[in-house]
């Protein structure tokens, strides 16, 4: 089953910052959160496993509540570059299996 | 970071064709996935493939598909009769398995226009 993510758009001004929520109604191992430029594959931005480890870039910080199985991306003092569509991506068990998307959340950022 | 490759970029077929779009993996990778993204719509799990052999596949992933690494390199999706609605970009990944993060990279994508 599909995580659930929202908002599904998000409009901002530069500098401005952003949450954007994943849930599942599953247990989950861990969380993984991409960004997708039009045209392009999704890159890798974050990954948040059950227990509190995570791994992602340096600018980029997300949290993990395991109890509730939902997931957040904050996005401070965004940049232009940040405008894209972000998807989480979930998997409910240890190294290997595929990952089930949400249906993304589209970040437009304008100066 | 690593990168993954995959051939070609742009595939235009008519319908009831057959197609195969490839994937070079990293060398050290032991997971590959095949996902597809549907124009605007969110990217959709099609297989996974550990071994050599498929390890989990979605309910689009039907007779019509197909996966392989014929010459222990490359992976490969194969669709034997294209319809109207494979019409996509097919993204393949991959992950080491070796450690417990399980990032996935993908690939560039093919874009797959069936006419």
């Known amino acids: 089953q599909q995580p659930v993510q929202s908002p599904q758009a998000v409009i901002l001004r530069e500098g401005e910052d952003a949450v954007i929520n994943c849930s599942s109604s599953?247990?989950?191992?861990?969380v993984h959160w991409y960004r997708q430029k039009h045209g392009e594959a999704p890159v890798f931005l974050m990954i948040?496993?059950?227990?509190?480890e995570q791994k992602g870039h340096e600018k980029i910080s997300a949290s993990f509540n395991e109890k509730k199985q939902q997931s957040s991306l904050y996005l401070t003092a965004s940049q232009l570059s940040y405008s894209g569509t972000y998807f989480c991506?979930?998997?409910?068990?240890?190294?290997?299996?595929?990952?089930?998307f949400g249906k993304g959340t589209t970040l437009s950022v304008s100066s | 970071e690593p990168e993954v490759t995959q051939t070609p970029s742009h595939q235009v077929t008519q319908m009831g064709q057959e197609v195969i779009l490839r994937c070079v993996p990293i060398?050290?990778?032991?997971?590959f996935y095949w996902y597809r993204q549907i124009l605007g719509q969110k990217v959709e799990f099609l297989v996974s493939?550990?071994?050599?052999?498929?390890?989990?596949k979605s309910e689009i992933f039907d007779d019509q598909f197909s996966v392989e690494r014929p010459d222990g390199s490359n992976f490969t999706l194969k669709i034997r009769s294209t319809k109207l609605e494979d019409s996509a970009m097919y993204f393949c990944?991959?992950?080491?398995?070796?450690?417990?993060?399980?990032?996935?990279?993908f690939g560039p994508g093919t874009r797959l226009t069936v006419l």
């Open positions: 991506g979930t998997d409910r068990v240890q190294a290997g299996t595929a990952l089930i």
């Open positions: 599953k247990a989950l191992y861990s």
């Open positions: 948040l496993l059950k227990g509190g």
């Open positions: 060398s050290n990778h032991l997971y």
């Open positions: 493939f550990y071994n050599n052999e498929i390890s989990e």
């Open positions: 990944a991959q992950t080491s398995g070796k450690s417990s993060y399980n990032e996935q990279f």
